[in-house]
């Protein structure tokens, strides 16, 4: 069966980091795209950063351009989210994808894009 687990989120103090981790059973990593998502109380889900296969290839979102930072660990089977300068828009349930669709300018879902059950990021003034 297959599942996909993050971990790695909190409650932080505006300005501080947090890092998030992604791993899965039952399904590997390597040569899918992979990202993160995160979903705000009231928001859609969107998109904040896509990685493709081998790592060459990113996309942020505008929002988290210069403050965060994708990578992955084939090898592990991880994905992770290097968070700095956080802010409290930055509070959301973030989610590992999958499977995620991107291009140059997007980082999106499909509908193969297998979730993990999220972890929480509360980000105070």
């Known amino acids: 069966q297959v599942q996909v687990v993050e971990s790695g989120g909190g409650l932080v103090q505006a300005g501080g980091s947090l890092r998030l981790s992604c791993t899965a059973s039952g399904l590997t990593f390597d040569g899918n795209v992979m990202g993160w998502f995160r979903q705000a109380p009231g928001n859609e889900r969107e998109g904040v950063s896509c990685?493709?296969?081998?790592?060459?290839?990113?996309h942020y979102a505008d929002s988290v351009k210069g403050r965060f930072a994708i990578s992955r660990d084939n090898a592990k089977n991880m994905l992770y989210l290097q968070m700095n300068s956080l802010k409290p828009e930055d509070t959301a349930m973030y989610y590992c994808?999958?499977?995620?669709?991107?291009?140059?300018?997007?980082?999106?879902?499909?509908?193969?894009?297998?979730w993990g059950q999220g972890t929480q990021v509360t980000v105070s003034s």
């Open positions: 990685i493709n296969w081998s790592g060459g290839m990113t």
């Open positions: 994808a999958v499977g995620a669709r991107l291009t140059s300018d997007s980082c999106a879902a499909s509908g193969l894009t297998r």
